[in-house]
T-cell receptor, first 112, second 114 residues
Framework: DAGVIQSPRHEVTEMGQEVTLRCKPI?????LFWYRQTMMRGLELLIY????????DSGMPEDRFSAKMPNASFSTLKIQPSEPRDSAVYFC??????????FGPGTRLTVT | AQSVTQLGSHVSVSEGALVLLRCNYS??????LFWYVQYPNQGLQLLLK??????LVKGINGFEAEFKKSETSFHLTKPSAHMSDAAEYFC????????????FGQGTILTVHP
């Protein structure tokens, strides 16, 4: 299996621009998670989906962040408008209900 | 609510020495427990997990961890460190006996000296 695929791997954008991060989970997995990792706050769960339905979005920092999962093989995390404090590494992970989470390689976002 | 505390943000050992990374958790119900490793510029990779059964669990790369309910601990050990073990290690706890939402510790950076 190819594992969890994330794109882009690196993103540099200016403050105020819209940013879209993409994730393709492992085929057959029914859970999908979005995390953010920073030096200051560590690894934070932003939102997770079960069978394409958002279950818990309590970690989404504010309304500028939104996530969708239109089908079982694709999810997006959008930031609009972006701010410098959104700079972080964003990870996507997927799992089966009875198995552990598998992480993607991450997207390093820099907002200038 | 569950939480995880990793004691020591940085641990340094010599090659061949014992590795001990500490993790304590709190959970209102019996949890599942995990250790993940993150190499530079990579995602997290599962090292080992405790769900039920034997409290001493073995993982990849010679690591093992012991679940001690009385101490609410899940410390990670390896008898002999290798240079390739240098990475950041994360302990995580589930919400109850499930693989769903995890709470991660702050991470411990392991440095291995020649």
């Amino acid at each position: 299996d190819a594992g969890v695929i994330q794109s882009p791997r690196h993103e540099v954008t200016e403050m105020g621009q819209e940013v879209t991060l993409r994730c393709k989970p492992i085929s057959g997995h029914d859970y999908l998670f979005w995390y953010r990792q920073t030096m200051m706050r560590g690894l934070e769960l932003l939102i997770y989906f079960n069978n394409n339905v958002p279950i818990d979005d309590s970690g989404m920092p504010e309304d500028r962040f939104s996530a969708k999962m239109p089908n079982a093989s694709f999810s997006t995390l959008k930031i609009q408008p972006s701010e410098p404090r959104d700079s972080a590494v964003y990870f996507c992970a997927s799992s089966l209900v009875t198995r552990e989470q598998y992480f993607g390689p991450g997207t390093r976002l820099t907002v200038t | 609510a569950q939480s995880v505390t990793q004691l020591g943000s940085h641990v340094s050992v010599s090659e061949g020495a014992l590795v001990l990374l500490r993790c304590n958790y709190s959970s209102s119900v019996p949890p599942y427990l995990f250790w993940y490793v993150q190499y530079p510029n990579q995602g997290l990779q599962l090292l080992l997990k405790y769900t039920t059964g034997a409290t001493l669990v073995k993982g990849i790369n010679g690591f093992e961890a012991e679940f001690k309910k009385s101490e609410t601990s899940f410390h990670l050990t390896k008898p002999s460190a290798h240079m390739s073990d240098a990475a950041e290690y994360f302990c995580a706890v589930s919400r109850g006996t499930s693989y769903g939402k995890l709470t991660f510790g702050q991470g411990t950076i392991l440095t291995v000296h020649p």
